[in-house]
């Protein structure tokens, strides 16, 4: 039975005193006793208070991006142990913007997910294909790609520390979402190609949906059976729309 898991990516958003409204709003509001994880990804300048306030409340915390190196003249960058030694579990590695605004190959995403995995941090793969992509019908072809670049590096093995999101690029800020059953054979192919190298690995893999999540969408997406919780931009900044989507997760 796969833990779903809620992800909220704040990107760059917010300052320290909106951010402790939204954290105290989000605890309050969170429903007691329910199953899935819940996951938040500050600004990096926001990491170490944000995890202090979420200390103890089962919340847990993570980075929206790390750099591929260990350590070193880097200027701007953050690593790995950094990001351990302020708190994080978790970071997201390959997010869209990221690939598309900093020129982030597939062959970086997967150094960044091995950075991540020699500290102890779970990476959040992103993959998804843009608009054109998918209207030349290359949508399976081009996620494959992405995750292939990261097992060719990792192996299949490391996906029992990692958790893969697929995020259409079209759908991201949009406010236009796949459906249900668009993003469910995207999911359904992820698992199926982890499942043939690994079939335990391909049954206990999380798999997030990104792109417009909202609390009217979630329910409908987080019942399709490959689809394991959200990775959730612009409404993750709103307490109770946040709230009520990790409540339909289960
Ligand atoms: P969105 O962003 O929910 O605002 O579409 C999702 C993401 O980029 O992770």
């Excluded at 819940?38 to 990491?47: A, E, K, S």
């Amino acid at each position: 039975m796969r833990q779903p898991l809620v992800a909220g990516n704040w990107k760059m958003h917010g300052s320290r005193a909106e951010n402790a409204n939204l954290v105290t709003a989000l605890l309050d509001l969170l429903p007691a006793g329910k199953h899935a994880e819940i996951l938040v990804c500050p600004p990096f300048p926001y990491l170490l208070e944000t995890g202090r306030q979420l200390k103890d409340s089962g919340v847990q915390l993570g980075a929206q991006s790390v750099c591929a190196e260990a350590q070193g003249a880097f200027t701007g960058e953050v690593s790995a142990a950094m990001l351990k030694d302020v708190g994080c579990r978790y970071v997201l590695v390959g997010h869209s913007e990221r690939r598309q605004l900093y020129g982030e190959s597939d062959a970086l995403v997967a150094r960044k997910f091995v950075a991540a995995q020699s500290q102890g941090l779970v990476p959040v793969l992103c993959v998804g294909e843009t608009l054109d992509e998918r209207e030349g019908n290359q949508t399976l072809q081009v996620v494959s790609r992405q995750l292939e670049a990261v097992l060719s590096v990792s192996g299949v093995r490391s996906l029992a520390r990692a958790v893969i999101a697929y995020e259409p690029v079209w759908a991201i800020g949009t406010g236009r979402t796949a459906s249900g059953e668009q993003a469910q054979e995207v999911h359904a192919m992820i698992r199926a190609r982890v499942a043939a190298l690994d079939a335990t690995i391909g049954g206990s893999v999380r798999i997030l949906y990104g792109g417009s999540v909202k609390a009217s969408n979630a329910q409908e997406l987080f019942a399709m059976p490959d689809i394991d919780g959200g990775l959730v931009g612009g409404a993750s900044l709103k307490a109770d729309e946040f709230a009520r989507i990790c409540a339909g997760a289960g």
